[in-house]
Structure formats: structure tokens, C-alpha cells
């Protein structure tokens, strides 16, 4: 297998889910099924917080979610669990600045997807060379999501990193709502990354259609 094609991954991450039990008044497995009938077009798997399954539970509903993800052919990322990731055959891994290095996932990995958090062109540049399939950028809106979520930062972040020549695929994540998502997309973005934008909806399908709609209206052309 050869690494991910940058092309197909920038479309991947035009709507990208990003959810744990935390974030979920029921099954977070039938949560992710609403939501990819609506339109998202990847997942990320972030079990964190006080009440985080660990273990056999955590693995038992990563797979379920798996089985969902793959019924749909859409990719399915871990977030800061390599051992996960490769014990259930996901899509890849998503890590940030104080995980296990990205040299060492790489290279653990092998050709999944790995996905890394930044916050700054500095970051960014700085991870250039480290075998990064895409960057998460934010917080670009004031988040409730993440306990220690730094300060928000606007699209202007986005705007930056292109100017600067950062050619990854960016994904755009914190307080994006369908409201926001053109002036990210607009930004630079290939695409938002949204926790309660869709959990904390009513109704997760039709949150999920609404932002794919907004997505694929401002990047119209690209
Ligand atoms: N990383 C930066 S902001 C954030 C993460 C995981 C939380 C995003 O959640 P929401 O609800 O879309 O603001
Ligand atoms: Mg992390």
C-alpha cells in the first residue's frame, strides 16, 4: 500500500466528524450513522475526558464505529492512540503537539493517514518534513468541547499558513458552526472539523447535510 492520495484526502476532510462518548447523549456509534447519512465525510474517534471508556470498551465501540465508517467508504482516524488504531485496522491517527512524536507514529503506522494538530505557520513549517498527511488548525473559534483548548484565533490562521506556502491539506476545527464554515473554507481550509456543531444537534442528519451543503458551496471550483 502506497500513502494516502492528497487529492482524495483533502476531499475526505471537507466535513469531519470528531466525537466520543463525551460528546454523546446516546450511541455514539448511531450518532456517527446519522451524521455520515447527512454528509460527513470522515470521522475522528476521540475518546477523552473523565468518563472516557479505556480498554476492551473503548476498542468494542472504536469497532463499532469502524464497521460504520467502512459500510459508508469513508476513512475512520484515531486520535492519540497508535496501539488503537492498529489493533482494529483503522484509516489513520491524529495526534498533537504534546502526543507521541510523529516520526515515531509514522513510522508505527506505516501508510495510514496521520493527522497532526497545529496551531501556528510555526508548527506547521516546523512539521513540514515529518511525514503529516494533513494539519488540524485551530482553535479558530472559542470552543466548549476541549478543557484546555487555547485561545481562539479566527480564520485568520488559515490565511497565514497558505500565504506562508503550506501546501497540506488544512482542516479547520473549534466553534464552527454552518454559519462559519465559508469564511473557513474561505480562509484556506479544505475543510471544518466540527464536535458539537453536529452532536449537539436535534436532529445529527440534518445538522450534518447543512454543513456539507455550506462546505460544498464555498468550495465550489476547487
Ligand atoms: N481541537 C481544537 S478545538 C476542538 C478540538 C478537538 C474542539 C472542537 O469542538 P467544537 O464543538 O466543534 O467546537
Ligand atoms: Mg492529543
Redesign the pocket.
Known sequence: MSRVDIESLRKSLRLYL?LGSANCHGDPAAAVEEAVRGGVTMVQF?EKGRNALKGAAKEELARRILVICRSFSIPLIINDDVDLALAIDADGVHIGQDDEPAERVRTRIGDKILGL?VHSVEEAKRAENLAVDYFGV??IYP????DD?REAQGPGVLRDLRRENVSLPLVG????TAERAADVIGAGADGIA????ITGAQDLRQAAQQLAHKVRASSSGR
Open positions: 470528531v476521540r494538530s485551530g482553535p470552543t466548549q468541547s476541549k483548548a476545527i473549534g466553534g464552527i466540527v464536535i458539537s456543531a
